[in-house]
């Protein structure tokens, strides 16, 4: 017998797909025979992110033979994050899950992932298990973002599931689903991480490029800047505008003794006290006119939460 739908949220699983029309059938009835004993109502979500096979194809097939389908598309590949965000403007559920199309995960793990969000957990994280072609390369990964973000998860880059509040919170920009965990952490939501096991690539190629692994560590110099110096940038600039000022005054004092004691005059120095003391000046100019703008930026983030709250409230 099905177990009973107990859970009081509907999912939408959102999977992104780009060239992937042989998982296409499998995805569905794997779902299917998710959905039928899970304790929760669901759909399945297929955002076709601009592919150049039969994949939009076979989503309109599967959308035709079950119910539970839905599907956007992209007349070109934007990426995984506004795949996402796309994903999220179709789908009707309360909570999300974002699942790859590539099938390394299976359908029949969902439920599990969900049970932390049932029992108060605001995001749930995939722990991924299993042989793992780019374990080297998420290992330092995961570790470095650990370490820069203070995070207890393992992974950062494994299924999710979360709450609609979550995305309704959080700015994500291009590249930064990478980043859900991160900003949800800080914005205060509650994660919780559930081992997943991983499995081979049921079809196709790997999106993987190598080119990923330089603008990872640019998106993750962004998001711990955003996190920390843009919520206080007089911070991050009157730091180094202090740096300055010290340094200039250091150079200044040992200009004047070789002035006055050693009477050598050493023009350079000057030079280099004017240049130090006034990018300190710049700086901390630079500072104060950002710490306007991030008050701007939290006031019309604060009245975008009660006009949504308003909303909601009627």
């Known amino acids: 017998m099905p177990a009973p739908k107990n859970y009081n949220f509907f999912v939408s699983t959102i999977i992104p797909a780009l060239n992937e029309e042989g998982n296409i059938d ?17 759909e399945l979500v297929f955002v076709d992110d601009g592919s150049t096979d039969g994949t939009l194809d076979k989503i309109k097939q599967a959308a035709e033979r079950y119910s539970f389908v839905k599907y956007a598309s992209h007349q070109r590949n934007r990426g995984l994050t506004e795949a996402l965000q796309t994903g999220f403007s179709v789908a009707r559920g309360e909570v999300y899950v974002f699942y790859p199309a590539d099938l390394q995960y299976r359908p029949e793990d969902i439920p599990r992932l969900i049970e932390p969000i049932a029992e ?6 995939g722990w991924k298990q299993g042989r793992y072609k780019k374990w080297f390369v998420s290992g330092i990964y ?15 880059n494994a299924v999710k599931a979360f709450r609609k509040e979550v995305v309704q919170h959080i700015f994500l920009r291009r590249d930064w689903h990478r980043y859900l965990v991160v900003l949800a952490v800080n914005e205060g939501f509650r994660v919780e ?27 993750m110099v962004a998001v711990k800047f955003q996190i920390t110096f843009l919520k206080k940038p007089l911070l991050f600039f009157g730091l180094i505008g202090s740096t300055c000022f010290a340094a200039g005054f250091l150079v200044g004092l040992w200009a004047i003794y070789l002035k006055y004691w050693l009477g050598e005059t050493q023009l350079p120095l000057l030079y280099l006290v004017i240049l130090l003391v006034g990018l300190g000046f710049g700086l901390f100019l630079m500072g104060f006119m950002a710490e306007g703008q991030t008050a701007i930026k939290e006031e019309v983030g604060d009245l975008r939460r009660k006009l949504r709250q308003l909303v909601e409230d009627k």
């Open 26 to 42: 499998e995805i569905c009835q794997q779902y299917d025979e998710m959905a039928k004993t899970a304790p929760f109502e669901s």
């Open 120 to 125: 108060g957990a605001d995001l749930s994280t």
């Open 142 to 156: 995961n570790w470095i973002s650990r370490k820069i973000f203070s995070l207890k998860v393992h992974d950062l």
């Open 193 to 219: 991480e559930v081992p997943i096991s991983l499995y081979e690539r049921h079809w196709g190629a790997t999106k993987f490029s190598i080119w990923r692994i330089p603008i990872g560590v640019l998106d």
